[in-house]
């Protein structure tokens, strides 16, 4: 299983669509253990891009602040679940929390079908 997690700074960015990279996290769902990370520019932002992109590159789980509704669509319809409001801003102690059936949620930032969110 791969996750995506969009960053900035080093950490989760709370606004997928505008992080400056994606961290890819291979794990092993059975020992809920991370087998590789790799990190990969964002693309220049455009509607739509970012989910069948994430999904070519084999991403089965994206975890993010917030997202709004048609890019959470998107992702659905490429077969990539999308886990939002997430709080935790480290991406591995994320994906390890998500795998373990702990991650701390919240409210998703951008609940909205906006291109820009105010945080």
Known sequence: MKYAVPVSGGGLCPHFGHCEEFALIDVDEKKKVILKQTTVPAPEHQPGLLPPWLAKQGVNCVIAGGMGMS???LFTNNGVTV????METDPE???LNHLNGNLATGSNVCDHDSH????
């Open 83 to 86: 886990v939002t409001g997430v």
């Open 71 to 73: 890019a959470q669509n």
């Open 93 to 95: 102690k994320a994906v």
């Open 116 to 119: 820009e969110c105010a945080h």
